[in-house]
């Protein structure tokens, strides 16, 4: 096998990783939309009063994860 004929299969691999890729986008918004009204029903304050505080404790959460290496620096650093 030689190299042109190499590259050109590694060229169609990746053109081929790169079709599942943008197909499952689409998949992606479809499915939140098929999910939406059960996530925020226009019915019921309550879980949407959940929605909202499940989405801002999650937040938090990645804010702490961020964080806890500058908070290990500084103790560190105060060490010194």
Do not use: C, N
């Not at 790169?18 to 479809?30: C, E």
């Not at 290990?72 to 060490?79: G, I, R, S």
């Amino acid at each position: 096998m030689s190299d042109t004929s190499t590259s050109r299969a590694a060229r169609e691999h990746a053109r081929g990783a790169f079709k599942a890729v943008a197909a499952a986008g689409g998949a992606l918004t479809k499915t939140v939309a098929a999910l939406w009204p059960y996530l925020w029903p226009q019915d019921r304050a309550d879980l949407k009063a959940r929605v909202v505080a499940t989405s801002a404790l999650i937040v938090l959460a990645k804010l702490a994860t961020m964080a806890v290496p500058f908070f290990f620096k500084w103790a560190t650093d105060a060490l010194t």
